[in-house]
């Protein structure tokens, strides 16, 4: 004879304020996991959603991002005759030269300021890329003028347009604010390839190419073309590869938050343990009268457990939801391929939540399962003798 589901919930809300407290424990940590688990995806929807499917970017080989990389005019030329590159609607190849480096911006809230990408390219380069611009204009050619992405604008009090950061040789005037979306060219400043290049003294020393594909057979041919071709010293991968191998940046973060939250996740699996040791002590002749009725040790046992899983299936809910505020949170976090920062949003998603609530449910299992099966062995005659 089983025991009914609602004996288990029952008991729950008879100890309100035990389970409160219980429930406010393991939902602290079903919270540190998905507040971790939301870092990361965030971070990994800004890179994912940065790139075009169908471009490519050549790099020098053995580099590992655009800031590591060496990329000359010549082979640039060279590369422009390759099959497969697709064109704008006036003829135009949709090749892109670009230098890349990191500059260093005042912020108000560190006293070392924050690391930026810098980015100077060509107008066919601007067009390449998903970024409208929100306010302003696009910088000129030859002119010191440059265009911030949001993220820039809304961290940075001196990125408004009209007013001039200070790098390179110079000062440079902000003509306008482009959005990418969800992608990292938020936390980008663009700039003339040619002024800034000059500026840097890398007029032959350059970052990167970017080129986009007539389709994906070209571009898995462009990219074979372009890795295999000794004379030009680069290789080449799908630009969105490219940007979601620089997740990693999140890794080490995702990994120390796990660990906050196993190590809480032994304090609170304590407390459920004591909160159904506590439930159990105080109902010996209960669990005697269910024994004289004819439910055995296991569905004892059972109704027990139930009762734990539920207290953690609460607090693995509450955890959840106190965390969805999070996807309105947008933080920064250092590339450590770029050495820039990044510029990202929380993302709660269902798969962390379901992460958080299952956690929630591991919680239960393991300090309920003692307390449990302590109660089901008394024996009949001492539990209903208990005061």
Known sequence: M????????????????????TVLGISMTVFVLVASLALVDGLRKAFTSTGNPLQVLALRKGSTSEIASAVTPEAFSQLQALPG???????????????????NLPSPKLARGMNVTLRGLSRVGVGMRDAPLTQGRWFNAGQREV???????ARYPDAAIGHRLNFGRGSWEVVGVMDGGDSALNSEIWGDVNQMSSDYNRQTSLSSILVRATDPGAMARLIAAISEDRSLGLSATSEKEYYAKQTSSGVLLEASGIFIALIMAVGSS??????MYAAIARRGREIGT???LGFSRFHILLSFMI??????????????IASL????VTSGIGNFATFSEIQFRFHVGLTGAIAGVMFAVLLGLAG????????????????????
């Open 85 to 103: 590159i697709a064109t704008d609607k006036n003829g135009s190849l949709l090749a892109s030269l670009e230098m890349v480096t990191v500059i």
């Open 2 to 21: 089983k025991i009914p589901l609602r004996y288990s919930w029952r008991n729950l809300i008879v100890r309100k304020m035990t389970t409160l407290m």
């Open 270 to 275: 304590f407390a459920a343990m004591n909160t």
């Open 147 to 153: 265009v911030v992405g949001k993220s820039v604008f």
């Open 290 to 292: 269910l024994r004289i």
């Open 307 to 320: 009762e734990s899983i539920l207290l953690a299936l609460m607090a693995g809910i509450v955890g959840c």
């Open 368 to 387: 309920g399962f003692l307390p449990a099966r302590a109660g089901a062995k008394r024996e009949i005659i001492a539990a209903l003798t208990e005061n």
């Open 325 to 328: 505020p999070l996807n309105y």
